[in-house]
């Protein structure tokens, strides 16, 4: 069984910043990747940025140049820094991990339950 831990959301003013993180543990014996998605209201859920292990970063256009993911691989934790935010930004943020359990097992990806950010003055 794997947990997914979600910290940092909040309310913020236009312009400010959040730093959200997310800790698995658990059953995970090689974690491939760790993603952040979003999903605003009547919106559908969208990729926000990816870290695989070992592999490029990539970011949605929509945040390039304002968003920052990174790893803690020690931690098996993700982070989010969310500078120069937008009311656009306002959406529950998701984070997952995209792992297996043991050696030669297939992968699983796993959410967590979700972090309310919202940019408002």
């Known amino acids: 069984q794997v947990q997914l831990v979600e910290s940092g959301g909040g309310l913020v003013q236009p312009g400010g910043s959040l730093r959200l993180s997310c800790a698995a543990s658990?059953?995970?014996?090689?974690?491939?990747?760790m993603c952040w998605y979003r999903q605003a209201p009547g919106k559908e859920r969208e990729l926000v940025a990816t870290?695989?292990?070992?592999?490029?970063?990539n970011y949605a256009d929509s945040v390039k140049g304002r968003f920052t993911i990174s790893r803690d691989y020690a931690k098996n934790t993700v982070y989010l820094q969310m500078n120069s935010l937008k009311p656009e930004d306002t959406a529950v943020y998701y984070c997952?991990?995209?792992?297996?359990?043991?050696?030669?097992?297939?992968?699983?990806?796993?959410w967590g339950q979700g972090t309310q950010v919202t940019v408002s003055s």
């Open positions: 658990g059953s995970i014996f090689s974690i491939f990747s």
């Open positions: 997952n991990v995209e792992y297996n359990y043991r050696l030669g097992f297939p992968r699983n990806i796993y």
């Open positions: 870290f695989p292990s070992g592999g490029r970063i």
